[in-house]
């Protein structure tokens, strides 16, 4: 690049700004700027600096760039760290910014505009923070700039918000006890790096991000918003939160056993939940805890060939998972609705869309030549390669099963299936845009001649031999599998034991605080109802009592305001300056 | 600071060589010519250029003194045990510009004030008065010698009884707090005055510091000593209102001409409390047993008996202004908790919360002024609406009010905040929570008022919704002038926080 380009040697500040905090700026000006056009600008503009910014600022030759050092009393704080790790998520989240905003271009809308900026930001500086309070307050903004998303999906999306943010909120105060207890065993060194399960600190931190990255029983804020949010949300949701909290548990927890069996779990249990569901949405939410799932025992694996599987994964699915979600929500933005039962036959009124859509449900079954393909294979081989067999076929079987859930049922009932009658008109020039990048990058990022090579050089760990994805047995393996789902969903199908279409809303782990919780409240609040009635004479009384007493004694009626004649203030000089004299008398 | 040094490049030599003799001379001076002028708006100019110079005079001789250390300008020649000496040491120098700073904002606040509330012909006696106020509080301040202290002591207590009795064109009230602050007053200076006679007994010298090393010389002193510095203390203590001696102050803050209460509120006080940290400190020495048994007993008993009482009696109060004296009461005590702990760094806390308190408290009382000049509001129910019909006087009320609470990056935070850490690494920790509880309560009385300003509709007056109508300029310049310095103080305490650091570094020797 020639010189005159590199703004950062320019202005040398920015060498020491994180540049999410750009993206975060861009968005708190946005919230104040009534021109849409001019927010639309920031939209795109501010991710595209910021991933401008991370490419010069990152050194390929050197390990890491620090920046923007803080000293709070005894604490320091890195607020920048560009490595070879977390580059990767500052590129990738810089370039889901920009199809997110291109997605929303035809969105009017301030606080969507401004709380996916400063969401987006957030997560940016979030991955490039080098420690781990600047991470504790990022992972906090994430959570509460991202709630306004949800919150704009209406009315019955209030209740699911709160929920949201509550359990977002104690995620991040559970990162900094973690971390305070943490850095206080290391001798009160804040830098994130590798933390480990030796201490209470990192079984917190685990947990806290376990909620975000959704461990089985953790799961259930994903489920519960990510549908309910407005068309735009979803598409912003899915794409940095859970991603930020792979990031963490790469950087802290690579290698930890745990997480294998955490993640073939995660990877298995939804499989059953996406099959029943109803609602499209919840299905690819679903579907995304699954793809988490494979992310979570890669990084438990720990070897370097999974680990940069694990960063070719959570690349490719951002993109193919975003994919998804815009081409369901550009459905729901002709039809209005997202439901299974209510679809169906769309292929005829929006053919691109549908494209859009197959090449995501591909990329996400890890077709050959689409974007999974040669990340999950990776992940696979890894477990293999470490003798990992029960996991392996754990993972094997969610594979078969996102085939059977995201990649056919998803554009079967959308798109195929019987007609719904719905002729509505092609999805928007922006969406077909977003959704056009998302699957060339789709396709690219899979290429076999000088496609995949790229993603690999994105890779942060050294390998011993780079893993070649298209060999023969390995794409006949893969088609196998792919077919045998598609067998079996043709099998249930004409047999008519696919499990059809309904209304119905599935509750899982959930039920726990949803159900349960609501009733204890419910039950609590009606002994607290009774208590208080019992109660109120006693307290009213006190409570006034004590007030009155008050009153008397201090309001300008009161014995203490009494107008006091300059006689007694003099008898009360006199009597101070005696108290005065005895103290100087006896005084030692 | 060494930027700021350069302001002294601009002042003429004369000044700063008998700047002390000239910041106590010319409003002297000037009272008397005011006292037979004529004209009323002659006189409004008169005493506005008069308390810019001294202004200007004042803030040149910190500077000065910064710069150069402690000044001892003798009186007509005269070397000091004999004569008069003007001293400007570390301790005094930030006092005299506040009080010459005050004096200023107060008479720009004073015309449209007096305008309302004082007739026309009064006006230039008022100035007048006003003037020998001044200058008996600069005086005090600024002399060296423990007699002169008394007799200017007396000058601005005269005038101020007489400033505060012109208040009965408003309220006849004002004539009965005059008179209870006469007495009062006197007695207070009676007292002190009988200190001084007995420390010139004990001592033969009417020179403060000659007085301090004569002192230190007998170790203390003999029961002479310790009868003087009751007498003192307690004199003192009436002057400025230390709590249960403050009965003068609610009635003399609530009837008084309103420029009257804000020039009081944050300079008459203070000056006695220089006084203290003068005479117990300096003077005397807190080694001596009395007179640390002196601090800490009624000192600091009295001060936080004080800080809780006065604060629960500002709660319900129904006369805004008397609310505000309350508090002010309750600040004293503040100040007086942070004297009696006797730290370094509890003394430049208290030192602080003079400083601060004196901004914050004027600029509040100017907020009332301006509320009874537009509405005749007195009562704190009337203030329902005020956030719509005078935004920016009520903005202004409100940062200031905040500021008094104590809420961050305000000037009040920043004393509250050193005087709590002072009162903690001394061990005190009932202090601490002491500070915490009547900030809480100086939330509710603040807080009253503010959410009855921001959350009521305006009242209906025949049926009409009252309309937006904002304070004259003239008195919303002051306001925010007060407003924006507790801000900044806030935001960037250096200054004034060496400023005290270095006051009670001179009082208490470093560390």
Same mark, same amino acid.
């Given at each position: ?588 | ?153 007396? %000058?601005?207590?005269?005038?101020? /009884?007489? #400033? $505060?009795? =012109? !208040? ?5 009230? &004002?004539?009965?707090? @005059? ?111 009395? %007179?640390?048994?002196?601090?800490? /007993?009624? #000192? $600091?008993? =009295? !001060? ?5 009482? &006065?604060?629960?009696? @500002? ?197």
């Amino acid at each position: 690049m020639n010189e005159f380009f590199l703004i950062t040697e320019h202005f040398s500040i920015l060498k020491q700004i994180n540049p999410g905090f750009w993206v975060i700026l861009a968005g708190l000006i946005c919230t104040l700027l009534p021109i849409g056009h001019a927010r639309k600008a920031f939209v795109i503009a501010a991710p595209i600096f910021a991933g401008l910014l991370i490419f010069q600022l990152y050194d390929v030759n050197s390990t890491e760039h620090l920046g923007g050092v803080l000293q709070f009393g005894p604490v320091e704080l890195t607020t920048l760290r560009i490595d070879e790790l977390s580059v990767v998520w500052g590129y990738l989240f810089c370039l889901a910014g920009v199809i997110n905003g291109i997605f929303a271009l035809h969105e009017k809308c301030r606080i969507t505009d401004s709380s996916a900026l400063v969401y987006t930001g957030a997560a940016i500086a979030g991955v490039l923070a080098g420690d781990m309070v600047t991470l504790f307050v990022m992972w906090e903004l994430t959570a509460i700039s991202s709630v306004f998303l949800i919150w704009k999906g209406g009315d019955h999306a209030y209740a699911a918000g709160i929920r949201y943010l509550a359990i977002h909120v104690l995620s991040g105060v559970m990162l900094l006890a973690g971390a305070v207890l943490h850095a206080q065993a290391n001798g009160g060194d804040f830098m994130f790096n590798d933390i480990g399960l030796d201490s209470p600190g990192g079984w917190l931190m685990l947990l806290a991000m376990g909620i975000k990255v959704g461990f089985p029983g953790l799961h259930m804020w994903m489920q519960d918003a990510y549908p309910k949010a407005s068309i735009t949300g979803t598409v912003i949701l899915a794409s940095f939160t859970t991603k930020f909290a792979v990031y963490a548990l790469a950087r802290g927890f690579a290698g930890a056993d745990i997480l294998i069996w955490i993640g073939a779990i995660m990877t298995c249990f939804p499989v059953f939940f996406a099959v029943v569901e109803n609602d499209l949405r919840r299905v690819l939410a679903f579907s995304l805890n699954n793809q988490l799932g494979f992310m979570v025992c890669g990084i438990g694996i720990g070897t370097s060939l999974a680990l940069n599987g694990v960063v070719g994964q959570v690349f490719v699915h951002v993109i193919f998972k975003g994919l998804l979600f815009m081409s369901i929500g550009a459905v729901m933005y002709r039809t209005g609705t997202a439901k299974a039962s209510e679809l169906g036959g769309l292929f005829r009124s929006m053919p691109f869309t549908t494209v859009a859509c197959l090449i995501g449900a591909g990329s996400i079954a890890a077709f050959p030549m689409l974007a999974a393909f040669v990340t999950k294979a990776m992940i696979l081989a890894a477990a293999v390669e470490e003798h990992l067999y029960i996991p392996f076929l754990m993972m094997l079987f969610a594979s078969a099963g996102v085939m059977e859930h995201s990649g056919i049922k998803v554009p079967h009932f959308t798109f195929f299936a019987h007609d719904s009658g719905r002729r509505v008109k092609e999805a928007p020039w922006n969406m077909l845009l977003a959704m056009g990048i998302a699957s060339f990058l789709c396709f690219y990022l899979a290429w076999p001649w000088g496609g995949y090579q790229n993603l690999y050089a994105l890779m942060p760990y050294p390998m011993e031999y780079a893993y070649k994805p298209y060999t023969w047995d390995h794409v006949v393996f893969q088609m196998q599998l792919l077919f045998a789902a598609i067998f079996a969903f043709t099998l249930l199908k004409r047999f008519k034991l696919y499990p059809a279409e309904r209304r119905a809303e599935i509750l899982d782990a959930d039920w726990m605080y949803r159900r349960m919780g609501l009733n204890v409240a419910i039950w609590g609040s009606a002994m607290w109802d009774r208590l208080s009635v019992h109660t109120s004479r006693i307290r009213t009384r006190t409570l006034s009592n004590v007030g009155r007493r008050l009153y008397q004694t201090f309001s300008p009626a009161g014995a203490a305001s009494e107008a006091t004649p300059s006689g007694l203030a003099a008898v009360l000089t006199a009597g101070l300056l005696f108290v005065v004299l005895m103290l100087g008398y006896f005084a030692r | 600071m060494p930027v700021m040094f350069s302001v002294l490049e601009l002042m003429p030599d004369w000044l700063l060589t008998h700047g002390p003799a000239f910041l106590m001379a010319l409003p002297l001076l000037m009272a008397a010519i005011m006292a037979v002028l004529p004209n009323k708006r002659v006189a409004w100019f008169t005493t506005f250029i008069v308390t810019s110079i001294l202004t200007i005079t004042a803030f040149a001789l910190a500077l000065y003194n910064a710069k150069v250390g402690t000044t001892i300008y003798k009186m007509g020649g005269w070397a000091p045990p004999h004569g008069i000496s003007l001293v400007i040491d570390a301790l005094n120098a930030p006092v005299l510009v506040l009080i010459a700073l005050m004096s200023l904002i107060t008479v720009v606040y004073a015309m449209p004030a007096t305008v309302a509330e004082i007739k026309p012909n009064k006006r230039a006696p008022f100035y007048a008065a006003f003037l020998l106020c001044v200058a008996g509080l600069l005086g005090m301040v600024i002399t060296g010698d423990a007699f002169n202290v008394f007799v200017f002591l007396e %000058v601005s207590s005269i005038s101020t /009884y007489v #400033l $505060v009795a =012109m !208040g009965a064109a408003r309220d006849r009230r &004002a004539l009965s707090a @005059a008179y209870n602050y006469l007495i009062l007053g006197s007695i207070g200076a009676t007292f002190f005055v009988i200190g001084i006679g007995f420390l010139y007994m004990e001592t033969g010298t009417l020179n403060m510091a000659d007085m301090a090393r004569i002192l230190a010389d007998l170790d203390g002193g003999s029961r002479v000593a310790k009868v003087a510095f009751a007498f003192i203390v307690i004199g003192l203590g009436l002057k400025l209102a230390m709590f249960p001696l403050h009965t003068w102050l609610p009635g003399a803050y609530a009837y008084a001409p309103t420029p009257v209460t804000v020039f009081l509120a944050s300079t008459a006080t203070k000056a006695a409390l220089y006084l203290l940290l003068r005479f117990t400190f300096f003077v005397f020495d807190p080694s001596y047993a009395y %007179v640390a048994d002196g601090l800490l /007993y009624i #000192l $600091v008993g =009295m !001060g936080v008996i004080g800080m809780v009482f &006065a604060s629960l009696q @500002a709660i319900f109060q129904t006369d805004a202004r008397r609310m505000l004296a309350f508090s002010s009461v309750a600040q004293v005590g503040y100040m007086l908790l942070g004297i009696g702990i006797a730290t370094t760094a509890s003394v430049a806390a208290g030192y602080l919360h003079l400083i601060n308190h004196a901004i914050i408290k004027g600029g509040l009382f100017i907020a009332l002024g301006a509320m009874w000049y537009r509405f005749g509001i007195t009562r704190t129910e009337d203030f329902q609406g005020l956030g719509k019909t005078m935004p920016l006087t009520m903005g202004a009320f409100t940062v200031l009010g905040l500021s008094l609470i104590g809420v961050p990056f305000t000037a009040g935070f920043v004393s509250k905040v050193n005087l709590a850490s002072a009162a903690a690494d001394a061990g005190w920790w009932w202090a601490v929570g002491i500070i915490m509880l009547t900030s809480i309560l100086a939330l509710v009385y603040i807080g009253r008022v503010l959410l009855l300003a921001y959350f009521q509709s305006p009242p209906q007056v025949n049926g009409e919704t009252v309309i937006r109508n904002e304070a004259p300029i003239m008195m919303l310049i002051p306001m925010w002038v007060c407003a924006l310095a507790s801000v900044f103080i806030g935001v960037k305490s250096d200054a004034v926080v060496g400023a005290s650091i270095r006051a009670a570094e001179l009082l208490l020797g470093a560390g």
